[in-house]
């Protein structure tokens, strides 16, 4: 098998010798769609063959048609099975609020479902695409990934029933895209954003409920949509309650950048400050700014010293209606660190107007200007 030049052919290689070395009666991976869990799956499959069983849990939280779309993508080079367990992550997780207690609930559930399919199939193993950002944030304190196991002291056998074989756990998002390719996996997987684990359970930000999860739904396939050809890393719509207070104190700092003023949403969001994770305050800029390039800036006079995690700039708004959405675009090689691509003003005002038509359940819409840090790229 060949190797890009940029991925360490020892640390693959050493990889599949490990895995030679195993005894494996069956091994269960269990399919996102993404390029880690995908290309984990498909390079173990080149090893044990069929006693390789891969599953899509459908866990409620996916995007529009996404189990049937993934199976169909992916028919060529891997059997997959469908399982829908959503109304089992409905019933553990509706009514959440916390960030950090839906991504710990969500992992609970997840690998609860996962262990009973194990048993079922008689699989001893589990596959899973960790790579390296995932169990750097995590034992970080940043943020719970949920493929995160082992390494923050887990013991699977005992607790789940399997063993973990990890096969990506030293690469990063680049690297792991190049031996995607080395290996025959499918281009719109290869090229496909990232997409948490959780899903849009945590893109329906603070209190999780099933109207929630439609907006989020429905904002986001607007939006994968209509930013799909723009060369970025990732691109989402993530919503909550349109619930705000004026903040006299950060309008102040913004004085002289424009006709802008500053508002806090009553929901908090994650951020990175230093090497660590904070959960801090949403602001909403709403007004005129001298000029457009300003609005790229507003992180560096709001984010800084204060404790707010993300600097949203408010495209268009109505007056009526319950939700806010925002819309989150990032450019990044490694997604440890996130640029806000500078996108135009009136491709923005277009996804916003589409958005704001298309669901009246929804009173304003805006775009996230923040980077990472101080911001994280998702909101919980």
């Not at 959780?198 to 429905?218: F, N, Q």
């Not at 090497?275 to 507003?298: F, K, M, T």
Request: net charge negative; with cysteine; charged share 25%.
């Amino acid at each position: 098998m060949n190797y890009p030049l940029m991925i360490s052919i020892s640390a693959i290689d050493k990889v599949i010798e490990n895995m030679r070395s195993l005894h494996i009666n069956c091994a269960l991976a269990a399919i996102s769609g993404g390029v880690d869990s995908t290309t984990a799956a498909i390079l173990t499959r080149r090893i044990i063959g069929d006693r390789l069983r891969a599953v899509f849990i459908d866990t409620g939280f996916m995007r529009l048609n996404e189990p049937e779309h993934i199976k169909e993508i992916l028919r060529a080079v891997l059997p997959l099975e469908i399982i829908n367990a959503s109304d089992r992550f409905y019933r553990e997780m509706l009514g959440l609020s916390d960030a950090e207690e839906k991504r710990t609930r969500f992992r609970e559930v997840f690998y609860t479902v996962l262990s009973e399919i194990a048993k079922e199939y008689d699989c001893d193993w589990l596959v899973q695409g960790t790579i390296a950002p995932d169990w750097i944030e995590t034992r970080g304190g940043i943020k719970t990934q949920h493929n995160v196991l082992e390494q923050v002291g887990i013991d699977t056998a005992s607790k789940y029933g399997f063993k973990l074989i990890e096969p990506l756990k030293d690469l990063y998002k680049d690297q792991v895209r190049e031996l995607a390719k080395s290996l025959g996996v499918p281009s719109e997987i290869v090229n496909r954003q990232p997409f948490p684990g959780p899903g849009l359970s945590i893109r329906a930000v603070g209190e999780l409920t099933l109207e929630k999860l439609d907006v989020a739904r429905r904002a986001t396939d607007i939006v994968e949509r209509r930013l799909g050809n723009m060369g970025l890393s990732q691109w989402f719509a993530a919503t909550w309650e349109y619930d705000t207070v004026p903040s006299s104190e950060l309008s102040r700092v913004v004085n002289g950048l424009g006709d802008l003023h500053v508002e806090l949403f009553s929901i908090r969001a994650t951020g990175v400050k230093g090497d660590a994770r904070s959960y801090g305050h949403v602001a909403l800029v709403r007004g005129y700014p001298v000029n457009w390039d300003v609005i790229y800036e507003l992180h560096k006079y709001l984010a800084t010293t204060s404790d707010v995690t993300h600097v949203i700039y408010e495209l268009m708004g109505r007056g009526v209606g319950k939700y806010f959405v925002s819309i989150r675009a990032i450019v990044t090689d490694d997604f440890m660190t996130a640029d806000v691509p500078r996108l135009s003003r009136e491709i923005l005002m277009d996804v916003a107007e589409e958005i704001l038509s298309n669901d009246n359940r929804i009173s304003s819409v805006g775009f996230d200007v923040t980077p990472k840090p101080p911001a994280t790229i998702e909101y919980e």
